[in-house]
């Protein structure tokens, strides 16, 4: 039950998203000397981030003593993000507290929060929930809880929280004391002393890494730790922007991917490569040779339907009734393809996530009920008896991040929903009239407001111009907005940093009868050959970074539906125009 209860507040503290998301996160490219990594060029203006030189998968120097790791990933990404120059200086941990108390290095990627540390050390929200466990060998008498090593021989590293922990405990006498989590591990295997603890993931890591299989983890949730980052007292403007670094990464989903990549599953061990050649090659054979087929029949596909599009402009003699048809084939060509590969999925999707999601949504007000039925009961424990833990932290934390925890959890779910929408009314054929009369500068502009931490964020230059006396237009105001909102994300994601400019206005074309919305960026531009595929599902330049290729091909199937137009002028290096066209309720 206590493993359940910790599991559950690591989901809590991990769940939610943005209601609007996506800025542009820069993969970092790391380079740096054996024991420190450099990030940018100029030291006067270097931030020196500790980490421990052992503590996989969090942080620790790889086979080419490079930093790496999940605190490194992290870091990097909030050093891009927020413009920040840094360099990393690894070691063992006990030396990276006391380089943090004199002065060398600035602030701590990864350090568990504690009352006694806050003496000394100032801290950011935690970044994760770090689970920790007590380790044995297999043949040592297995034991559920600290109070159980009462008398034990146990062995910890350092100037950890567990060494911390257990000294607050009373086990003073009995610990034993090491320069990282290996050393301790492998001194247990060994034969010597009876316990060691360690946070879980870090020991498991070290157990496989190390071949130390006469181990295991006999208690596998003794205590969760919040980790966090940490600087000194006093220096609480630094701390500020790394907190600032994380919400963003949090907000934009790269935080998850992070997390994801290093936390998420402890992965199997090593397959030998002649192992991988051979199952490869049984999976891989047949694929080759049913992906051959399909390509054959493609182009024979292809082939048929080039003969039909002949033979129908040979048959019709006027050149317009030809077009139109062909066009009218086409277009029911590209709907019955883009179903053929989208249908299987966005069913797949709507069911078997739509299903288990509305039951969160259905249980979240449930479980709020039962936590304000229970909250009596708890207040009057706490206040009769004093501070208990509740899923291994106090209550009194608890008793106020546990309402937060489920509305973030409700934020999820709700924007769990929101995508399965987009994916099913990209794959649907609409053909609705849009009727109502819209306010074309109201639709922008509650865009613009919708979207305003990511503007600020992004550019100290924003300019916006809102002609007067415009006319309405017919349509839905907002799937407008939609489109406006996914125009002005991607020219914030442009800017390569704050004093690129973003400007916006509105024209009537009388001429045209239109209502114009320009959106002018001065950032990183697109290349000529990417412009024509700029609106084709699942195009995106930003594959790496989280982008999925539906936001401009939604758009333009949005702007098409209202009669209006949508085109880029672009040169690489210095900016993107875009202009937005629709038609106006008012002819000149």
């Known amino acids: 039950m206590t493993s359940r209860r910790a599991d559950n507040i690591h989901r809590f503290l991990n769940a939610g998203a943005a209601?609007?998301?996506?800025?542009?996160?820069?993969?970092?490219?790391?380079?740096?000397?054996?024991?420190?990594?450099?990030?940018?060029?100029?030291p006067a203006t270097t931030i020196i981030?500790?980490?421990?030189?052992?503590?996989?998968?969090?942080?620790?120097?790889?086979?080419?003593?490079?930093?790496?790791?999940?605190?490194?990933?992290?870091?990097r990404a909030i050093a891009d993000i927020m413009g920040m120059?840094?360099?990393?200086?690894?070691?063992?941990?006990?030396?990276?507290?006391?380089?943090?108390?004199?002065?060398?290095?600035?602030?701590?990627?990864?350090?568990?929060?504690?009352?006694?540390?806050?003496?000394?050390?100032s801290f950011s929200p935690p970044h994760t929930i770090v689970n920790h466990a007590i380790f044995a060998r297999r043949d040592t008498l297995p034991v559920s809880s600290v109070e159980e090593l009462r008398g034990k021989e146990i062995v910890v590293f350092r100037d950890g929280i567990m060494h911390d922990y257990l000294t607050s405990l009373g086990f003073s006498k009995n610990l034993v004391m090491t320069d990282t989590p290996a050393d301790a591990l492998r001194l247990l295997a060994s034969g010597k002393h009876d316990y060691s603890v360690l946070a879980m993931l870090p020991g498991m890591y070290i157990i496989r890494e190390h071949k130390l299989s006469n181990l295991v983890p006999v208690a596998k949730s003794i205590s969760s730790q919040r980790y966090c980052y940490g600087v000194r007292k006093g220096n609480e403007e630094l701390l500020a922007r790394f907190n600032e670094g994380l919400a963003i990464l949090k907000k934009t989903g790269k935080y998850q991917e992070i997390y994801d990549r290093w936390l998420g599953v402890l992965g199997p061990p090593k397959v030998a490569w002649e192992k991988v050649v051979w199952y490869g090659a049984m999976v891989l054979g047949p694929l080759l040779l049913i992906l051959a087929g399909t390509v054959i029949w493609s182009r024979t596909l292809q082939r048929r339907v080039a003969q039909r599009t002949a033979e129908l402009a040979l048959e019709v003699s006027e050149r317009k009734r030809a077009l139109d048809e062909l066009k009218l084939h086409q277009d029911k060509l590209i709907q019955a393809d883009k179903m053929a590969s989208l249908g299987i999925l966005v069913a797949g999707?709507?069911?078997?996530?739509?299903?288990?999601?509305g039951l969160i949504l259905l249980n979240m007000p449930i479980l709020r009920e039962v936590y304000r039925d229970a909250e009596e009961v708890l207040e009057a424990r706490y206040h009769d008896q004093g501070d208990f833990t509740l899923g291994g932290l106090p209550y009194s934390r608890m008793r106020k991040e546990v309402p937060c925890l489920l509305e973030e959890m409700q934020e999820g779910a709700n924007r769990i929903k929101r995508i399965v929408e987009e994916l099913k009314d990209f794959a649907r054929h609409d053909t609705s009239d849009a009727t109502e009369a819209v306010d074309f500068n109201g639709v922008i502009q509650a865009a613009v407001r919708l979207v305003d931490s990511s503007i600020r964020s992004a550019t100290n230059r924003f300019e916006s111009h809102y002609s007067s006396n415009l006319p309405l237009i017919q349509g839905?105001?907002?799937?407008?907005?939609?489109?406006?909102?996914?125009?002005?994300?991607?020219a914030c994601q442009s800017l390569p940093d704050m004093e690129r400019r973003i400007s916006l206005e509105t024209v009537f074309d009388q001429e045209a009868g239109a209502v114009v919305l320009r959106l002018a960026d001065e950032g990183s531009g697109i290349a000529p050959e990417h412009i024509p595929h700029l609106t084709d599902p699942f195009f995106t330049t930003k594959r790496e970074s989280g982008g999925t290729g539906l936001g401009l091909s939604v758009s333009a199937t949005i702007v098409k539906e209202h009669g209006g137009s949508l085109d880029f002028d672009s040169v690489p290096g210095q900016g993107t125009v875009v202009t937005l066209t629709f038609p106006s309720s008012r002819r000149a």
């Open 19 to 42: 209601l609007v998301a996506t800025l542009l996160i820069m993969l970092v490219c790391p380079s740096g000397s054996p024991a420190a990594e450099m990030e940018v060029a100029s």
């Open 476 to 490: 839905n105001a907002q799937r407008i907005e939609q489109v406006v909102i996914n125009l002005i994300l991607n």
């Open 349 to 357: 999707v709507a069911h078997e996530i739509n299903n288990p999601n």
């Open 85 to 121: 120059q840094v360099e990393f200086r690894f070691g063992g941990w006990s030396e990276m507290r006391n380089a943090l108390m004199s002065g060398s290095v600035d602030v701590l990627q990864g350090i568990s929060y504690s009352d006694d540390r806050t003496k000394t050390i």
């Open 49 to 75: 981030i500790g980490g421990d030189r052992d503590y996989p998968p969090y942080e620790f120097l790889d086979k080419n003593n490079k930093p790496a790791g999940y605190n490194v990933d992290l870091s």
